[in-house]
């Protein structure tokens, strides 16, 4: 088959150490009754080793020359291929309980893990490889510089563990960043303690979109003194200060 030449603007750093794609398999765990989706199976690094274990796999690809090879490898009966772009893709189309697996492409993995946490009534587990940088947002804690709203959207809905620190050499071509592999578990549905989701999507993105500033003024508009007096949330303190428990009271407080 052709070579295929890697494409930046798809993100395609390609895993080529057998250690480390031995050691993400072994970390998914994969049985034989399960609904596995591989977001961006490239050339089948993890794709591979995952199908050895499986009856059938899907895959989210968007790179056409990608599914034209991805095609010609495997049937129907043991691979759906949906052809498209992960960040408008319905997960719900596939069925339910499904385990999400990827190598994910760094250009868009902040978007698509948003995307992805909306599919958390649906899922059953999922295991990324993501920039270093990316992970350390993911599991911050209040009070430090890397909490974020990704820190407080994520936490919220999943449980989530840093798993294996992956160095650029593992793969073909190297990133310019350091990796990690993460596994996120979804919360059961009774810790999901927001009544209105999009309130608390809401208040968490005004919040964090000036965090340097004093939540009294970046909540001006949606929350008063007497409100902050009321929920026992010091109005001096900032964005990165507040825990996602009291970010869903605040919302909560909201609705
Ligand atoms: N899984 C392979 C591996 O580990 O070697 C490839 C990983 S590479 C970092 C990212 C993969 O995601 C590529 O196959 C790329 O074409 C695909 N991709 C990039 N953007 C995508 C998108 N928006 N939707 C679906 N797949 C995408």
């Known amino acids: 088959m052709k070579e295929h030449v890697a494409r930046k603007r798809f993100g395609q750093n390609f895993l080529v150490d057998s250690g480390i794609i031995a050691a993400i398999v072994s970390a998914i765990g994969p049985q034989k009754d399960q609904t596995l989706v591989e977001i961006g199976p490239g050339l ?8 050895a274990r499986l009856d059938h796999l899907h895959v989210v690809e968007i790179d056409r020359d990608l599914i034209a090879r991805l095609k ?7 691979m759906t291929i949906h052809e498209g772009d992960a960040l408008n893709f319905d997960f719900a189309t596939i069925g339910k309980d499904l385990r999400l697996v990827g190598n994910l492409p760094y250009n868009i993995s902040t978007p698509l893990l948003f995307h992805l946490a909306s599919y958390v009534g649906i899922v059953h587990d999922m295991h990324f490889m993501l920039q270093k940088e990316v992970v350390e947002r993911m599991v911050a804690v209040p009070g ?3 909490f974020s709203r990704i820190s407080v959207m994520l936490q919220y809905r999943f449980h989530i ?9 593992s793969f073909d071509p190297p990133p310019k ?8 578990i979804p919360k059961d549905v009774s810790e999901l303690n927001a009544k209105d989701p999009a309130k608390f999507a809401q208040v968490v993105q005004t919040a964090f979109s000036q965090r ?5 003024n970046t909540l001006k508009s949606i929350l ?13 303190c900032r964005a990165e200060d507040v825990t996602v428990e009291d970010y869903v009271r605040i919302a909560n407080y909201l609705t």
Do not use: C, N, Y
């Open 212 to 216: 340097r500033k004093m939540l009294r």
């Open 44 to 51: 089948g690094a993890i794709t591979e080793p995952l199908m």
């Open 144 to 146: 430090e510089t890397d």
């Open 161 to 169: 563990e840093w798993l294996i620190d992956v160095p650029p050499e």
């Open 224 to 236: 008063s003194d007497a409100g902050f007096a009321e929920l026992g949330i010091v109005p001096t």
């Open 72 to 78: 010609k490898q495997h049937t129907p009966e043991r």
């Open 177 to 184: 960043v350091q990796s990690a592999f993460v596994r996120l």
